[in-house]
């Protein structure tokens, strides 16, 4: 699965008045139970009850489940989709390797920044000491040298862009390496149908050109107000973002480049029915697709509802999380700041909610449990959640009862939901445990990734300068 590069895009009225703060008071942190091997009994998932063994096991006595499987140098960069090459750069040297899935080099291909084209035909890597980008083919072998670096892919998969910062140009090529067109400024958006780019000028100017003829569409002083350009709404306009932190204001315009709006703050986010742009700077503003404001909302946005009707803000002053709908209407609002939806868009978790722990609470703001830590990840079956303090996770059912504690922080869920990870700062050590919570096994490096539908983890090792492929399959 390949590590895509994104385009880059971060892109007064009446005030809505706010409810007081929900607290459920009669909600208590649970008690840890016996952490000894006979009390800890459970049954996760709803399956038979599992012993859960203690946390600080050592090394020798664990089931060797982690069977290595590869080792490549340099930490990962990209998986290819079928999960038959895989990309990864050098910690010393301005190199990308590029290596089948069983650990055989391919090629070792100059420059640092690296991924597959979207069809995956191809690698791209881009190197900042030659200022160049090359592409090649999936057996190492150069198609084309570029000027400049890489900085996208066109949506059609069949194009990528490059910038060259000495000259200030960005070029449009295909990946036989021709010409398509070039421009003044870095290439930050293109358009879907490719036909239009938006480019980001070291004159402190954004430039809309068509790429059939390479051509400014807007003559008129040849440029857009505002930093950042993005193309919105199905690519019918382009936002962009204020110059700098003294500029208060970006700005929307059509795709011929002239001026609809002034937007309030940057561009943040698009809803999902693409009805609503969303702005913030220290509040969060919507506007429609006219351009014209309708809500003004307390606190910075933080993320789109899973329903597609809701959004969340927070506030650090206060330390409020507030859900609002896309009239402006405040829903509900949340002691701590937003951490993430439960899997089934029913709850809404935040961070630092009471005494540095992190707190459930339903859609209308009451609170359904605290748990200790702050927030790491959500079982897939939505079951159960990770939390973590510095260098020690703890498992909890979503109903706030305790299960476990682990050794490491920063625990992560496999995709299937088999296992777990952990790990602590510092260390060149990954945690695994299954699904019950025994440990069972400890691996060279911390996280990559875990493998997309395989029983499968890439680590990588600093100390080392190498990654590893390991089989957490009982096989």
């Given at each position: 699965?390949?590590?895509?590069?994104?385009?880059?895009?971060?892109?007064?009225?009446?005030?809505?008045?706010?409810?007081?703060?929900?607290?459920?008071?009669?909600?208590?942190?649970?008690?840890?139970?016996?952490?000894?091997?006979?009390?800890?009994?459970?049954?996760?998932?709803?399956?038979?009850?599992?012993?859960?063994?203690?946390?600080?096991?050592?090394?020798?006595?664990?089931?060797?489940?982690?069977?290595?499987?590869?080792?490549?140098?340099?930490?990962?960069?990209?998986?290819?989709?079928?999960?038959?090459?895989?990309?990864?750069?050098?910690?010393?040297?301005?190199?990308?390797?590029?290596?089948?899935?069983?650990?055989?080099?391919?090629?070792?291909?100059?420059?640092?920044?690296?991924?597959?084209?979207?069809?995956?035909?191809?690698?791209?890597?881009?190197?900042?000491?030659?200022?160049?980008?090359?592409?090649?083919?999936?057996?190492?072998?150069?198609?084309?040298?570029?000027?400049?670096?890489?900085?996208?892919?066109?949506?059609?998969?069949?194009?990528?862009?490059?910038?060259?910062?000495?000259?200030?140009?960005?070029?449009?090529?295909?990946?036989?390496?021709?010409?398509?067109?070039?421009?003044?400024?870095?290439?930050?958006?293109?358009?879907?149908?490719?036909?239009?780019?938006?480019?980001?000028?070291?004159?402190?100017?954004?430039?809309?050109?068509?790429?059939?003829?390479?051509?400014?569409?807007?003559?008129?002083?040849?440029?857009?107000?505002?930093?950042r350009p993005v193309f919105v709404l199905e690519d019918q306009y382009v936002a962009t973002h204020p110059w700098g932190l003294e500029e208060e204001m970006g700005y929307l315009y059509s795709r011929a480049g002239n001026e609809v709006a002034q937007l309030r703050g940057s561009l943040i986010s698009v809803s999902r029915d693409q009805q609503h742009l969303i702005t913030f700077n220290s509040n969060t503003y919507l506007y429609d697709r006219s351009g014209q404001q309708t809500a003004q909302l307390e606190g910075q946005f933080r993320a789109l509802g899973l329903d597609d009707q809701h959004l969340i803000t927070h506030s650090y002053g206060g330390n409020i999380s507030r859900l609002y709908d896309f009239s402006g209407r405040l829903v509900a609002q949340f002691s701590g700041e937003f951490a993430g939806f439960s899997p089934d868009g029913q709850g809404i978790l935040t961070n630092f909610c009471a005494d540095g722990n992190s707190c459930l609470f339903d859609l209308n703001g009451s609170e359904v449990a605290q748990f200790q830590g702050w927030f790491s990840d959500f079982s897939p079956d939505g079951q159960h959640l990770l939390t973590t303090t510095e260098n020690t996770s703890y498992l909890y059912r979503l109903s706030g009862e305790w299960v476990g504690q682990y050794e490491g922080g920063r625990g992560t869920y496999s995709a299937d939901g088999q296992h777990f990870v952990t790990s602590s700062f510092g260390e060149d050590v990954l945690n695994v445990y299954d699904r019950f919570g025994n440990p069972v096994d400890q691996l060279r490096g911390q996280l990559s990734i875990f493998v997309p539908n395989q029983p499968q983890v890439i680590t990588y090792s600093e100390r080392q300068g190498a990654s590893y492929l390991y089989d957490l399959s009982d096989d």
């Open positions: 699965m390949a590590a895509l590069l994104g385009l880059m895009a971060s892109m007064a009225g009446a005030s809505v008045a706010l409810a007081s703060p929900v607290k459920d008071d009669s909600v208590k942190l649970p008690t840890p139970v016996d952490d000894s091997p006979n009390q800890r009994q459970l049954a996760p998932f709803d399956l038979e009850a599992a012993d859960i063994s203690p946390a600080n096991h050592p090394n020798s006595g664990l089931p060797q489940s982690g069977r290595l499987l590869a080792e490549f140098q340099g930490e990962v960069r990209a998986l290819s989709t079928d999960q038959q090459y895989v990309l990864t750069d050098s910690s010393t040297a301005d190199a990308t390797y590029l290596y089948d899935r069983s650990g055989n080099l391919v090629a070792e291909l100059a420059g640092y920044l690296s991924d597959f084209s979207p069809d995956e035909q191809f690698v791209v890597a881009s190197s900042f000491e030659t200022n160049t980008t090359g592409v090649y083919d999936l057996s190492g072998q150069q198609v084309a040298i570029l000027p400049g670096y890489l900085t996208g892919f066109g949506a059609d998969g069949q194009s990528l862009t490059t910038y060259s910062e000495p000259e200030d140009l960005g070029r449009l090529y295909d990946f036989s390496g021709k010409l398509l067109a070039e421009f003044q400024g870095s290439t930050i958006a293109l358009s879907t149908d490719g036909q239009v780019v938006a480019t980001n000028s070291s004159d402190q100017i954004s430039h809309v050109y068509n790429t059939v003829s390479g051509q400014l569409i807007r003559l008129e002083k040849g440029s857009l107000r505002g930093d």
